[in-house]
């Protein structure tokens, strides 16, 4: 078990080796029993994404949850459904066995808590896996019976996301938009959204990694351009994420979906106590466009936990709140307090709509900068990386709330921090000058 990855982003693990179906049982039991009342069974939702190691964890799952709780399986759902699902069909909690953005020999599990549902802190992080160290398997228990709203689930949250955009004008557009969905847990959630909102949709199917960044995304260009479509979108295998390939079949990087997102909320919602929120590693040109509009800009730590939480406390103080992460995540407190594509998607054609530009051409009104991103194994001391990190660019403005970043007085800036999800070490630089950036990099990759 040492050699999960445990965070506020829930446990990730090699599916067959730090994670399996005994271990999957154990920590299922641990959520139970830390959400189990005296006088009732609390209502569980489960879903998984469609890495072909999820049957077997779910089974584990369900055992261990099932002295403890009443289980609705939502069966092959993305992760902000099953979120949004957790208020929508009134629920206490809920478990996603995905894991995300990691490459494909990875799973995981996603819990959530709540009314707003979001997922577990650090702090119950730590006492779950107290508790599933404690837990014992039961491989020969009966099957737990379940109730299937699938169905359900897939509805309320479509039907909660054309609520809150413009259908109408959206429709007019009659956008023709190609998808690669990664074969996930989305696929169906996007096809049916997309055809609500009058678009004609280009089905891509592309055996790719999970993560939605331009390497990954050959197909969707390809087929954009093809199929001559307005524009193109790329979701991760449980669709928390959204990428964007303009109509040119350009990828602009998972960044510009929240740049692009962000700026037409603020032009939405043109007046009032507006705050955006996002992490340290997300581009300044969100900085810039809250600036423009004159909204408050909150910058938490990297983590889905630490961004609920602010636009929480902001929608409790009346605020207009919204934002999200530089990863393709979006925000959007109305519809719930995680990142949701489904959201991302509409909110993108509305934009379009709105200024009735393409997509190339919005994206270039936007402030410009470029991002290099990448990973290294992480070793052993990482304070000193840090430090040497630090050392080598001298009179940089320095900030270790996570990991190291460094800012410079002309707006780049430098991230480097441990992963999350993966053993892994990223960083990630931006700046104006693009060949100063790729020369940071390489510094960086040098120590």
């Not at 019976?145 to 909660?160: F, L």
């Not at 919602?269 to 340290?280: C, E, I, L, P």
């Not at 990448?374 to 900030?399: H, N």
């Not at 996570?402 to 990223?426: M, Q, Y």
């Amino acid at each position: 078990m040492s050699a999960l990855i445990i965070s506020y982003s829930g446990l990730r693990g090699i599916a067959g080796e730090s994670l399996t179906e005994g271990v999957a049982e154990r920590y299922g039991a641990a959520f139970g029993q830390m959400i189990v009342e005296p006088e009732r069974k609390p209502t569980v939702l489960v879903a998984r994404d469609t890495r072909p190691s999820g049957p077997a964890l779910m089974r584990g799952l369900l055992r261990g949850l099932a002295p403890y709780a009443t289980l609705v399986d939502l069966g092959v759902a993305a992760t902000p459904t099953l979120q949004h699902a957790i208020g929508s069909l009134v629920a206490d909690a809920g478990v996603c066995v995905t894991a995300s953005h990691n490459p494909s020999q990875w799973n995981g599990l996603k819990l959530f808590l709540g009314t707003p549902s979001v997922v577990l802190g650090g702090d119950d992080m730590k006492r779950l896996t107290q508790l599933a160290e404690r837990a014992v398997e039961n491989p020969h228990a009966p099957a737990p019976p379940v109730t299937d709203r699938h169905e359900a689930a897939i509805e309320r949250h479509i039907a909660a996301v054309l609520a809150a955009v413009d259908v109408v004008k959206i429709k007019e557009r009659r956008f023709r938009v190609a998808v690669d969905s990664a074969g996930g847990a989305g696929d169906i959630l996007a096809q049916r959204l997309l055809a609500r909102l009058g678009c004609h949709v280009v089905r891509v199917e592309a055996g790719r990694e999970s993560e939605p960044i331009p390497a990954n995304l050959r197909a969707l260009a390809d087929a954009v351009a093809a199929e001559k479509c307005d524009l193109g979108f790329a979701q991760d295998l449980d669709a928390d994420r959204l990428a964007l390939a303009t109509e040119w079949g350009d990828l602009p990087g998972e960044d510009s979906t929240l740049v692009l997102t962000v700026d037409h909320l603020l032009r939405r919602h043109a007046s009032g106590d507006r705050v955006v929120v996002k992490n340290v590693a997300t581009t300044r040109a969100i900085d810039d466009i809250a600036a423009a509009h004159g909204a408050a800009l909150v910058e938490t730590k990297v983590g889905e936990i630490n961004l609920s939480r602010a636009l929480i406390s902001a929608t409790d103080a009346g605020k207009i709140a919204f934002g999200g992460e530089g990863n393709g995540g979006v925000i959007y407190p109305k519809i719930l307090y995680g990142r949701d594509s489904a959201i991302g998607m509409a909110l993108v054609l509305e934009a379009l709509a709105t200024e009735n530009e393409p997509l190339s051409k919005r994206l270039q009104a936007l402030p410009q900068y470029h991002m290099v991103k990448t990973k290294m194994p992480l070793g052993s001391d990482l304070r000193a990386l840090l430090a040497r990190v630090e050392a080598l660019f001298e009179g940089a403005a320095a900030d270790r709330s996570d990991g190291l970043k460094l800012r410079f007085t002309d707006g780049a800036w430098i991230v480097v921090r441990a992963s999350n999800t993966e053993p892994v070490v990223r960083v990630i630089v931006e700046a104006k000058d693009k060949g100063w950036a790729e020369r940071a990099v390489a510094r960086i990759l040098a120590l």
